[in-house]
């Protein structure tokens, strides 16, 4: 069974729209984070969560924002979706911060 | 900003065969994750390290820390070892990964 859920799977937008990405664990983690993987660079750190708070923010655009409403979710609201948003968005977490992360199976959001 | 160059980009492996990937850090990084991203697209985790070496299975991966490199080690390839390989190492003090561009290995028959 999966210990790390990502929802949905796959997600269409139109450019403009917004749209929330699901990341839970069941791990019992404290920490929890979120990547980026496009065509057009490696996989990309965006956002570290610890006990629920915030510690690394290395996303630019405050067009994306992490909500984290329990412990073991860590969501990720996009606004003003654009074209180059369209990337495999993973969600990770670890026991602590100082720890491996475990990936979720990525949300694949492709932005019309 | 802090860099992590991978090599090869590309690998070819006769089944049987084993080879090295390398990255080299440009800045002291704490520690080297090595994942396997395999044809579905999921990232498998296959070492942490903050120094030293590890071992699983054929698989052996190094970290030194001081000459700003990490090596991953593949022996006795099976085609299911085909994949993207990813190293990210993580800078002293700051806990944000940077990945490396990645090495697309291909085992063949």
């Known amino acids: 069974d999966p210990k790390i859920i990502q929802k949905p799977k796959y997600l269409v937008a139109v450019t403009g729209s917004e749209k929330i990405l699901i990341c839970e664990q069941y791990?019992?983690?404290?920490?929890m984070y979120w990547y980026r993987q496009s065509a057009k660079k490696p996989l990309e750190f965006m956002f570290s969560?610890?006990?629920?708070?915030?510690?690394d923010n290395q996303t630019a655009s405050s067009r994306f924002q992490p909500q984290s409403s329990k412990k073991n979710h860590l969501d990720l609201q996009i606004t003003a979706l654009k074209p180059d948003d369209s990337a495999t968005y993973f969600c990770?977490?670890?026991?602590?911060?100082?720890?491996?992360?475990?990936f979720g199976e990525g949300t694949r959001l492709s932005v019309l | 900003g802090d860099q992590v160059e991978q090599s090869p980009s590309a690998l070819s492996l006769h089944e049987g065969t084993g080879s090295a990937l390398r990255c080299n850090f440009t800045?002291?990084?704490?520690?080297v994750q090595w994942f396997q991203q395999n044809s579905r697209g999921s990232l498998i985790n296959l070492f942490y390290?903050?120094?030293g070496t590890k071992e699983n299975g054929r698989l052996k991966s190094t970290f030194n820390s001081k000459e700003s490199y990490s090596t991953l080690h593949i022996r006795d390839a099976q085609l299911e070892d085909s994949g993207t390989y990813f190293c990210?190492?993580?800078?002293?003090?700051?806990?944000?990964?940077?990945f490396g561009a990645g090495t697309r290995l291909k085992v063949i028959a």
């Open positions: 791990l019992g983690h404290n920490a």
């Open positions: 390290l903050a120094s």
């Open positions: 990210a190492a993580e800078r002293t003090g700051n806990y944000k990964y940077v």
């Open positions: 969560y610890s006990y629920q708070k915030l510690m």
């Open positions: 800045t002291t990084m704490r520690a």
């Open positions: 990770a977490s670890s026991q602590d911060r100082d720890q491996a992360p475990l």
